[in-house]
């Protein structure tokens, strides 16, 4: 049973959505069950399509991939505070309500960008005594310091530490409990993360579906 939290899932049209949905699919043809957390759907203009809208809680099953959509304050792909805001409802309300409406599976993964996502799939797994899976699609302070989020000086330097928490496997020591495994798309990606607090004993490479060599 593999629990994958995600921020992004259809009918949302984005990268994450289409290649969870992709995933998802073959896992259950794979004979695995999957169960997917997710929020309502509101991306990219911030707007709740009818039949999700006015509830807190929500289950579907589509192609044998069960779906749980959680709240969230359904703010636009723009701006700071109101896509951080988003963000950590998204957070909340998977930990809140996720744990106690989905039965205990086997692993639980959650994939990057953003890292808030990747919180609440630590906290899952510590709460169902799993093992945790961290999807690094992106190093965050890269890629949302590449979309003005981070404008200023404070807000790079909180991109810096989204990346470090991004990983999730600072030494044992920290407040941070370890990932049992860090997956990456990319051997660059594990570069960067290596040179941040990441472990590169628990790094892995899962390449996209394409060339890592094209000229």
Not at 153 to 173: E, K, T
Request: include cysteine; proline fraction near 8%.
């Amino acid at each position: 049973h593999i629990c994958f939290l995600s921020h992004y899932f259809p009918p949302e049209v984005n990268a994450p959505a289409n290649r969870l949905w992709d995933n998802a699919r073959q896992w259950v043809r794979d004979g695995h069950t999957v169960t997917v957390l997710t929020v309502f759907p509101h991306h990219p203009v911030g707007v709740v399509p009818p039949g999700y809208r006015r509830r807190w809680l929500m289950h579907e099953r589509r192609e044998g991939v069960n779906i749980v959509r959680t709240f969230v304050y359904p703010a636009a792909n723009a701006g700071f505070l109101r896509r951080t805001l988003g963000y950590i409802s998204a957070m909340l309300s998977m930990v809140l309500i996720g744990p106690f409406v989905i039965r205990r599976p086997d692993v639980v993964v959650a994939t990057s960008p953003q890292f808030f996502i990747a919180m609440a799939g630590f906290a899952f797994s510590w709460l169902k005594r799993v093992p945790f899976v961290f999807e690094v699609r992106d190093p965050a302070s890269s890629t949302q310091s590449g979309m003005g989020i981070y404008a200023s000086a404070s807000r790079h330097w909180l991109g810096v530490q989204v990346l470090n928490l991004d990983s999730l496997s600072a030494p044992a020591s920290s407040a941070i409990t370890p990932a049992s495994v860090t997956v990456t798309a990319t051997p660059g990606t594990v570069t960067v993360s290596a040179q941040q607090t990441v472990t590169p004993a628990i790094l892995t490479v899962t390449a996209n579906a394409g060339s890592l060599d094209i000229t």
